[in-house]
């Protein structure tokens, strides 16, 4: 099994038209269904744990992903 852990981050980010900049705007699910035949290789359990831009992985978030891995 593959357990993906999603964090948001640049991967996701959309423009924000009303905020001047970008934003993170896919899900774990819409990321995953563009990984076309991940499927296919192993069953696959993803977990939204989170909606950070690469920026704002601080060193609390980034020792709280570790602790939950």
Do not use: C, Y
């Amino acid at each position: 099994m593959i357990v993906i852990l999603f964090t948001g981050g640049t991967i996701t980010m959309r423009n924000d038209p009303g905020g001047g900049g970008a934003k993170p705007g896919l899900t774990a699910a819409e990321i995953l269904q563009a990984t076309k035949g991940i499927r296919a290789i192993s069953a696959v359990e993803v977990e939204e744990w989170g909606q950070f831009p690469g920026p704002h992985m601080t060193v609390e978030r980034m020792w709280a992903l570790r602790n939950r891995i």
